[in-house]
C-alpha cells in the first residue's frame, strides 16, 4: 500500500532548504537528484508560470530514480481567464511544451484556480472536455484545485466524476475543502504547516492524514473530511495518493513529508 501513498513537496529550490534539508555545500545541481531520493514526489510550480522545454522535462526526469513521480501544475494561461471555455488555444501550447518527455516519471497535472474564480457549470463543463487524455502515448491524470466556495456544490463534484478529474483536498486556512472522490487517484495539498514545528504539521496531525490517506489507498473515504456531496457514493477500489506540504510552513515542507511517509510505511 505505501507505494501507492505519496508525500512531497511544492518544487526543489528554496534557500531555507540549504543546510536544513540539503546538505551543506550541496550545488544547486544536484538539489533535484538529492530531494528526489528523500521524498517520493514533487510538485513542479514552475510551469504555472511559465513554458518549459522538452529538454528541461527530459532533464528532470532523468535526474530522479525509478519510482520517483512528479505532479506539474498546468500553465496560468490556462487557468485564469474569465472563459474557461475558450482556453483550448492555451491549452494546446501548454501541452506542446515537452511534458511526454517525462514519461511513467509524469504523474498528475493540476489545474490551480484563483480564488476568484466562481463555478460556472457550463462554461466549467466546457474547459473539462477541452482536457486530453493523453499525448506522444503518455495518458494524462488531470487535478482540478478550485478555491472559491461556490465549487463546493454536488453539481461541479458531479462533472468532475464525469472527466474522471480529482478534485484537489486543499487544508487550508480559507479555501473551500472538498473530499469527494471523482477519480482513481486522490490528491491533497496540505497548507497549515507551521515552521516552527519541526515536521510542519504535529506529529498526532501527521498521524491522522495517515489514517486517511491508507483509508483512500484502499478504496475508502475518510468519515471526518467534508463532501460537496454527501449522498454521492463513489466506486470503492484502491486509489493512488499524492499529498504534498506546501505553502505555509514551507521551511520544514521536506521533514513532514519524510514524517509522514514513515508513518504509511510501518
Known sequence: ?????????????????????YPDKLAKKKQLEYASRQIPTIEINSTYYRGQTPETFAKWAADVPEGFVFSVKGNRFVTNRKVLSEAGESMQRFFGTGL???????????????????????????????????????????????????????????????????????????????????????????????DDVPTAYPPAELDQWAKRARIWAEGGEPGDLPKADPSAKPERRPRDVFVYFIHEGKIRAPQAAQAFMQRVAS
Open 100 to 194: 511526454a518527455e517525462m514519461g511513467d516519471k509524469l504523474g498528475p497535472i493540476v489545474w490551480q484556480f484563483a480564488p476568484t474564480k466562481k463555478f460556472e457549470a457550463d462554461d466549467f463543463e466546457g474547459f473539462l472536455e477541452l482536457l486530453p487524455e493523453s499525448r506522444d502515448g503518455v495518458c494524462f491524470r488531470h487535478v482540478l484545485e478550485v478555491r472559491h466556495d461556490s465549487f463546493a456544490v454536488p453539481e461541479f463534484v458531479a462533472l468532475a466524476r464525469r472527466h474522471k478529474a480529482a478534485i484537489c483536498f486543499a487544508d487550508h486556512h480559507t479555501y473551500p475543502a472538498i473530499a469527494d472522490l471523482t477519480s482513481d487517484f486522490v490528491y491533497a495539498r496540505l497548507q497549515k504547516g507551521e
Open 1 to 21: 500500500m505505501a507505494n501507492s501513498i505519496r508525500a512531497g513537496i511544492g518544487g526543489w529550490t528554496f534557500e531555507p532548504w540549504e543546510g536544513s534539508f
